[in-house]
Structure formats: structure tokens, C-alpha cells
């Protein structure tokens, strides 16, 4: 089992950045792909960007494609989302998640030992 913490939601201005992690312990943290996850009040939690297990290869919805960036530090076992041009539509709790399964596939039931989540609000 994998335990997940994530850290460094906020409020910020529209257009402004923040930089979200995702700290794992428990098994072998490079093992598995991990996925960041989003969920909005009153929506459905929706695919943010997933990465693979040695951090070479990326996917990303195409609403935040080219405004965050993923990326991986196995030997810190440690996730980060570099959020940059922050939109008020962003706003949500944020959650990371690991499969052991395919990370291109970003269906949220796929992924499991989801984190507590983090807030994240962006305002006008």
C-alpha cells in the first residue's frame, strides 16, 4: 500500500502560479505512474496530468496542456504540479493518485490510494 500526502494549494490570482506535491510512502514509490486528479464543487473529478514511472513520458488534459507541467523525483518519492497562468476555472481540490496499471489510461478508476486532497482557489 501506498499513502499519499499532498501539499501547497492556495488562494491565488488569476493568472498567477502555484506549485502542488504529492508525497508517497510505503511501497516503492517508482513502481507506480501517478496521475493528479481535480474536482471542482458539484462536478465530477476530472483528469489533471499523469506521468510515468521513471518520469520520461507526460500526458495532460487539454484544459491545462501548456499552463502545468508534472514531473517526478523518485528519489525524494515525490510528485509536483507546476500550475502557471492560473484561470478561476481551475479552482478545486486537487488529488494525486498511483496505478500500477497503464498511466495513459486517465479514467480516475484506474488510479487508487488516492491523497486527502488539497485546495486550490483561484480568484479574479
Known amino acids: 500500500q501506498v499513502q499519499l500526502v499532498e501539499s501547497g494549494g492556495g488562494l491565488v490570482q488569476a493568472g498567477g502560479s502555484l506549485r502542488l506535491s504529492c508525497a508517497a510512502s510505503g511501497r516503492t514509490f517508482s513502481n507506480y505512474g501517478i496521475g493528479w486528479f481535480r474536482q471542482a464543487p458539484g462536478k465530477e473529478r476530472e483528469f489533471v496530468a499523469t506521468?510515468?514511472?521513471?518520469?520520461?513520458?507526460?500526458y495532460y488534459a487539454d484544459s491545462v496542456k501548456g499552463r502545468f507541467t508534472i514531473s517526478r523525483d523518485n528519489a525524494k518519492n515525490t510528485v509536483y504540479l507546476q500550475m502557471n497562468s492560473l484561470k478561476v476555472e481551475d479552482t478545486a481540490v486537487y488529488s494525486c493518485?498511483?496505478?500500477?496499471?497503464?498511466?495513459?489510461?486517465?479514467?480516475?478508476?484506474?488510479?487508487?490510494?488516492w491523497g486527502q486532497g488539497t485546495q486550490v482557489t483561484v480568484s479574479s
Open positions: 493518485a498511483v496505478t500500477s496499471g497503464s498511466f495513459s489510461d486517465t479514467r480516475p478508476t484506474n488510479f487508487g490510494s
Open positions: 506521468i510515468s514511472r521513471g518520469g520520461a513520458i507526460t
